[in-house]
């Protein structure tokens, strides 16, 4: 079975300021990352995948996420964020193999303050 | 324009009605999805389908019901069985490689 952790529900981070969002996850088979963005009201929209290959990954609006095998985290970064990037942020796993279903973390707000 | 369709955008139920939420997709995905979400408890699996006239139950199956007739489609049927059934539904879909899910703009559902 997998399991996703987002250590943080809410980041306060002022505009132009990097930010990090954390994810780890606890699988015993290999699987694929993802990290997805949801605007108020709306369905969830992919920022970024890893599916295998370099460890640093780059998603859009300017997002970039690091797999970390031996530390089973997916952290989430931006180096300098906008008003528009508030909203919430899910990582979720899927295993390599078998079963279809993902399995989603509790998410975490982002609010951006001018 | 490929994507994901879902009607209505909010729905009412009364005590005791069943309701229906409609899920459509022009992506050619063999897989579709169905989640349920509540503030601070992220998504969870409701039921999946993995080929037409094919269906397993997720992790909160009980006092929900869905068909697979059509590739395109997979509507979700909230019963009076659900108790609580107040809450933002979101169908996705994904190809055959598992991949990646996309998800449709949602339904909220309430409870006159």
């Known amino acids: 079975a997998q399991s996703v952790t987002q250590l943080d529900s809410q980041v306060p981070v002022f505009e132009e300021a990097p930010v990090e969002l954390r994810c780890n996850y606890s699988s015993s088979v290999s699987v694929y990352l993802f990290w997805y963005v949801q605007y108020p009201n709306q369905g969830l929209q992919l920022l970024l995948k890893?599916?295998?290959?370099?460890?640093l990954v780059k998603g859009i609006n300017g997002f970039e996420a690091e797999f970390n095998k031996s530390q089973t985290s997916f952290h989430l970064r931006k180096p300098s964020v906008h008003i528009s990037d508030t909203a919430e942020y899910f990582c979720a796993v899927t295993p390599l193999s078998g079963t279809y279903k993902y399995i989603f973390g509790t998410g975490t707000r982002l609010k951006v303050l001018a | 324009d490929g994507g994901i369709t879902q009607s209505p955008k909010y729905l009412f139920r009364k005590e005791g009605q069943n309701v229906t939420l409609s899920c459509e997709q022009n992506?050619?995905?063999?897989?579709m999805y169905w989640y349920r979400q509540d503030p601070g408890q992220g998504l969870r699996l409701i039921y999946y389908?993995?080929?037409?006239?094919?269906?397993q139950k997720g992790d909160i199956a009980e006092g929900y019901s869905v068909s697979r007739e059509k590739k395109e489609s997979f509507p979700l049927t909230v019963t009076s069985a659900q108790k609580n059934p107040t809450a933002f539904y979101l169908c996705a879909s994904g190809g055959q490689t598992q991949e990646t899910q996309y998800f449709g703009p949602g339904t909220r559902l309430l409870v006159l």
């Open positions: 389908s993995q080929i037409v006239n094919d269906f």
């Open positions: 992506l050619n995905h063999d897989a």
């Open positions: 890893y599916l295998s290959g370099s460890t």
